[in-house]
């Protein structure tokens, strides 16, 4: 029955995530880029002189880019887990010297 025994899992160095610093950083400028866009195309679209449905789709860029950018700001890390289980972290409660943190 050897055959039968579950393996032990092996954590690789490549399959960390990335930090929280790291993840917030790339959040923010991906939404600067995307609202700089937007600004862009706000310009042109009071600016330049274009056909009407260049116009339009300047606009609409303006429009609906802030709605873009702050669902792609808010959405998770790709392959970060979607729920926190306190039962694979080991701890339960807050430690006493940070129970400041939840009152």
Request: glycine share 8%.
């Amino acid at each position: 029955m050897r055959g039968w025994r579950k393996r032990p899992v092996v954590h690789q160095v490549t399959d960390a995530q990335p930090s929280l610093t790291e993840d917030i950083g790339r959040r923010e400028k991906n939404y600067l880029i995307k609202m700089g866009i937007r600004l862009v195309c706000l310009i042109l679209a009071f600016t330049v002189p274009a056909p009407l449905p260049v116009r339009l789709l300047l606009f609409a860029g303006a429009i609906f880019l802030p709605y873009v950018a702050v669902i792609g700001a808010n959405a998770p890390s790709r392959g970060a887990p979607s729920n926190f289980d306190m039962e694979d972290s080991g701890q339960s409660e807050i430690p006493r010297h940070r129970r400041e943190i939840g009152s």
